[in-house]
């Protein structure tokens, strides 16, 4: 079955940088567009959490929501059939749970989430 395991996440103070990692399984890695999303404190239907970063099957394109471009960075391993989320100069509004998602046929899948926290 599909499955997604994130890591990486933790506490950080601003201004720091995290790498999340998000381990794939259960469907071909290389054939699908992987994305990251996060859900804020506050907001927790599914429906709320917010695209941070996608990334093509091949890795040749990428788009980011307009709050973290240019500090965060989407890229893939198909090799290992991880993909990572590098967030560099962490503000306190990226606190959130971080899910690593993808479609297939019509269905979302989802990962379990890792917490993090920007905070002094």
């Known amino acids: 079955q599909v499955q997604l395991v994130e890591s990486g996440g933790g506490l950080v103070q601003p201004g720091g940088s995290l790498r999340l990692s998000c381990a794939a399984s259960?469907?071909?890695?290389?054939?699908?567009?992987m994305n990251w999303y996060r859900q804020v404190p506050g907001k927790e239907r599914e429906l709320e959490r917010e695209?941070?970063?996608?990334?093509?099957?091949?890795?040749?394109?990428?788009n980011y929501a307009d709050s973290v471009k240019g500090r965060f960075t989407i890229s893939r391993d198909n090799a290992k059939n991880t993909v990572y989320l590098q967030m560099n100069s962490l503000k306190p509004e990226d606190t959130a749970v971080y899910y690593c998602?993808?479609?297939?046929?019509?269905?979302?899948?989802w990962g379990k989430g890792t917490q993090v926290t920007v905070s002094s």
């Open positions: 998602h993808v479609r297939l046929r019509g269905y979302s899948y």
């Open positions: 259960g469907f071909t890695f290389s054939n699908n567009a």
């Open positions: 695209l941070v970063a996608v990334i093509s099957s091949v890795g040749g394109s990428t």
